[in-house]
């Protein structure tokens, strides 16, 4: 039964037509609709590019790249675009704890006053509540925000960016981008 099904499969992997052409499946429809770079609903970490010159711009970073850096500025909506001779040093925000430990700390509270069903087990469930949700919270309350800094090797922040092939040819850079451009 076993090798049966077995070269059943192998059989059926084993189509005679040649690789897969998926732009001829029926589930791409010929009329695409073009949907602007602008409203990919991805964005990158936000960037605080420093400059030789003592300037700082703080935005989206768009692009990095061992010879540039490209940020879409918070206060101008501007690109930004500094070569990496340039730039003194990038920072960027990885992530905030601070809405985790809030969530942790409503968890914990809910959970320790539903062990109050629990009656005379709350005497065990009440401290296990109680200890696990404190080394939790006591653990990313700890862990603080998350950043990256770099000095030299921009590439690196391409992990970061919108767009960590490099920015496409199509996205405007000559004027200023509105906050929601697709809404």
């Not at 991805?42 to 300037?55: I, L």
Request: with cysteine; aromatic share 8%; net charge neutral.
């Amino acid at each position: 039964m076993v090798r049966g099904l077995v070269l059943a499969l192998v059989v059926a992997s084993c189509d005679p037509s040649g690789p897969i052409d998926r732009s001829k499946t029926p589930f791409i429809s010929a009329t695409r609709t073009k949907t602007s770079v602008l409203c990919v609903p991805v964005t990158g970490a936000t960037a605080h590019v420093k400059t030789n010159d003592g300037a700082i711009y703080v935005g989206e970073l768009l692009a990095a790249s061992s010879s540039r850096v490209v940020v879409l500025a918070t206060d101008s909506g501007y690109v930004v675009e500094r070569d990496a001779k340039e730039i003194e040093s990038v920072t960027v925000d990885i992530y905030s704890t601070g809405a985790e430990t809030a969530l942790l700390t409503i968890w914990a509270f809910v959970g320790t006053v539903s062990a109050l069903s629990h009656g005379y087990y709350f005497v065990f469930t009440g401290p296990a509540w109680a200890g696990v949700s404190s080394a939790v919270i006591a653990a990313v309350a700890g862990d603080g925000d998350r950043f990256a800094q770099v000095t030299r090797d921009f590439g690196r922040l391409s992990e970061y960016a919108r767009f960590p092939a490099g920015m496409p040819p199509s996205f405007p850079t000559r004027q200023p981008i509105p906050p929601q451009p697709c809404q």
